[in-house]
C-alpha cells in the first residue's frame, strides 16, 4: 500500500525566512506522480506541483523550490523570502493507478504559521 | 472557464438522516473523484467515476454511494448518517481516469452532523 509521510505538523516562521517542507512516501510502483497542496482556510486545495517519477529534476519556479530524490522516496518543498499569504496547510500526495481507477493518497499535511 | 464547482458549501444534517453533494467538473473533464477530509486529516479517497461508471472505490461503507450523469456531473449520496461523518467532501476532476492527468479540487461541502 502507498503511504505518504509528513513529520512535520505545524511550522511557525518569520516573513522573509525561508521553509521547508518535508515529504517521505513510500510505494512499489515504478510510475507514480507526486503532488504539492496549499489548502488555505476557505478549504480548497490549490494545485502547486506535479512531478512523475521519471522526472528527478529539481524545479524553482519563483519563490518557490521542489527537491525530489528517489534514493530516499524524499519530496520536499521549500518556500524561500516567505510571505503571509503563505499561511496555509500543504499537502504532499502520491498517485496510483489501480485497476480502472486513479487516486491520491496524502499525507496528514503541515500547517505553515508566517508571521509579521 | 469555471473550475471545479460543488455545491451546496456548507449543510447540517441530523444523525440518520441521508445527504446529496453536487459536482460539476471543468468543461471537457469526463472523471470526477471525491474525497473525505476529516479535520486535521488528509483527503481519503472514496470513489472516482469516469465515462459515468465507477472505476475505483476506497474503504468506505456501502452507506456511502456516487453516481455520474451524461454531462460528467456527480452527485456523492451518504445514508444514515454518523457523527463521524462531519467532514469536508471534495470533488476533483479530471480529463480522465489515470493518474497521468492529473486533478483540480473544488472548494468542497462542509457537511456537520449533528
Known amino acids: 500500500a502507498q503511504k505518504v509521510t509528513q513529520a512535520q505538523t505545524e511550522i511557525s516562521v518569520v516573513e522573509k525566512e525561508d521553509v521547508t517542507l518535508d515529504c517521505v512516501y513510500e510505494t512499489r510502483d515504478t510510475t507514480y506522480y507526486l503532488f504539492w497542496y496549499k489548502q488555505p482556510p476557505s478549504g480548497e486545495l490549490v494545485f502547486l506541483i506535479r512531478r512523475n517519477s521519471f522526472d528527478e529534476q529539481n524545479e524553482i519556479s519563483g519563490r518557490y523550490s521542489w527537491n525530489f530524490q528517489k534514493s530516499t522516496s524524499s519530496f520536499n518543498f521549500t518556500i524561500t523570502a516567505s510571505q503571509v499569504v503563505d499561511s496555509a496547510v500543504y499537502f504532499c500526495a502520491l498517485s496510483e493507478n489501480t485497476g480502472t481507477a486513479s487516486k491520491l493518497t496524502f499525507g496528514t499535511g503541515t500547517r505553515l504559521q508566517v508571521t509579521l | 472557464d469555471a473550475g471545479v464547482t460543488q455545491s451546496p458549501t456548507h449543510l447540517i444534517k441530523t444523525r440518520g438522516q441521508q445527504v446529496t453533494l453536487r459536482c460539476s467538473p471543468i468543461?471537457?473533464?469526463?472523471?470526477v473523484s471525491w474525497y473525505q477530509q476529516v479535520l486535521g486529516q488528509g483527503p481519503q479517497f472514496i470513489f472516482q467515476?469516469?465515462?459515468?461508471?465507477?472505476?475505483g472505490r476506497g474503504n468506505f461503507p456501502d452507506r456511502f454511494s456516487a453516481r455520474q450523469f451524461p454531462n460528467y456531473s456527480s452527485e456523492l449520496n451518504v445514508n444514515a448518517l454518523l457523527l463521524g461523518d462531519s467532514a469536508l467532501y471534495l470533488c476533483?476532476?479530471?480529463?480522465?481516469?489515470?493518474?497521468?492527468?492529473?486533478?483540480?479540487f473544488g472548494s468542497g461541502t462542509r457537511l456537520t452532523v449533528v
Open positions: 476533483a476532476s479530471s480529463l480522465g481516469n489515470r493518474q497521468l492527468y492529473g486533478y483540480t
Open positions: 468543461s471537457g473533464h469526463k472523471s
Open positions: 467515476y469516469y465515462e459515468k461508471e465507477e472505476r
